[in-house]
T-cell receptor, first 113, second 110 residues
Framework: GENVEQHPSTLSVQEGDSAVIKCTYSDSASNYFPWYKQELGKGPQLIIDIRSNVGEKKDQRIAVTLNKTAKHFSLHITETQPEDSAVYFCAAVYGGSQGNLIFGKGTKLSVKP | DGGITQSPKYLFRKEGQNVTLSCEQNLNHDAMYWYRQDPGQGLRLIYYSQIVNDFQKGDIAEGYSVSREKKESFPLTVTSAQKNPTAFYLC?????????FGDGTRLSIL
C-alpha cells in the first residue's frame, strides 16, 4: 500500500539552530505535500505545503523542498525558538484525490533555550 | 469564527457501549474526515466523506460507523465491536486543498 516514511522520530536542537525533518513517499502520482504542527492536546495545524510543480517554498523561518525524482521532501526550520517545540507531521496525497492524505508517523521537535 | 468544532473534548466508554463523537464545521467544506491517533502511530484514516449522504471506509474502519446527513456535520460512532477504542480522535475538513483539523476528542475506557 501507499506509505510515507518520516525521519527522525525525535529531534533536539539548541535555540537558534536549524532543524530538518525528512520524508519519503511511495506513490509517484502524489502531487501535494502538506506539513502540520501539532501541540500537546491540540489538532494538527497546517504550517506550509508544496505542490509538485515547484521544488521549494519558503515562509519566513520555514521552508519545504521537494525532489520528485527521489520521491522525498523535507521541512527546514531556521533560527529555532522554544515555541517551535511540537510534533511535526508530513503528508502526501494519494489515489489521485486532492484531499486523501497519508501521514508520516511524526517528529517530536524539542528546542532547548 | 470559521472552524471545526469537536465535542466532547474527553469521553469515557463503558464495556459494550456505543459512543458518538461530534464534528461540526462552518467552513462550507465539502469533504470531511475522521482520523485516529495513537502514540507513535501518526494519523490513520477511519472514514471520509466527499459529499453529503456519501462516505467511504478508510484504512481502519472496523468497529466504527459514520453518517453525513448535513454538509456541516460528520459524527463518528465508536461501537462495542471496536475492542481497543482508547485513542485521540481527530476530525478534518477540506475543499480542493489542505485539510483543516479540529482539536480532537480523547476517548478512554472506564
Amino acid at each position: 500500500g501507499e506509505n510515507v516514511e518520516q525521519h527522525p522520530s525525535t529531534l533536539s536542537v539548541q535555540e537558534g539552530d536549524s532543524a530538518v525533518i525528512k520524508c519519503t513517499y511511495s506513490d509517484s502520482a502524489s502531487n501535494y505535500f502538506p506539513w502540520y504542527k501539532q501541540e500537546l492536546g491540540k489538532g494538527p495545524q497546517l504550517i506550509i505545503d508544496i505542490r509538485s510543480n515547484v521544488g521549494e517554498k519558503k515562509d519566513q523561518r520555514i521552508a519545504v523542498t521537494l525532489n520528485k525524482t527521489a520521491k522525498h521532501f523535507s521541512l527546514h526550520i531556521t533560527e529555532t525558538q522554544p515555541e517551535d517545540s511540537a510534533v511535526y507531521f508530513c503528508a502526501a496525497v494519494y489515489g489521485g484525490s486532492q484531499g486523501n492524505l497519508i501521514f508520516g508517523k511524526g517528529t517530536k521537535l524539542s528546542v532547548k533555550p | 469564527d470559521g472552524g471545526i468544532t469537536q465535542s466532547p473534548k474527553y469521553l469515557f466508554r463503558k464495556e459494550g457501549q456505543n459512543v458518538t463523537l461530534s464534528c461540526e464545521q462552518n467552513l462550507n467544506h465539502d469533504a470531511m474526515y475522521w482520523y485516529r491517533q495513537d502514540p507513535g502511530q501518526g494519523l490513520r484514516l477511519i472514514y471520509y466523506s466527499q459529499i453529503v449522504n456519501d462516505f467511504q471506509k478508510g484504512d481502519i474502519a472496523e468497529g466504527y460507523s459514520v453518517s453525513r446527513e448535513k454538509k456541516e456535520s460528520f459524527p463518528l460512532t465508536v461501537t462495542s465491536a471496536q475492542k481497543n477504542p482508547t485513542a485521540f480522535y481527530l476530525c478534518a475538513s477540506s475543499i480542493n486543498g489542505p485539510q483543516h483539523f479540529g482539536d480532537g476528542t480523547r476517548l478512554s475506557i472506564l
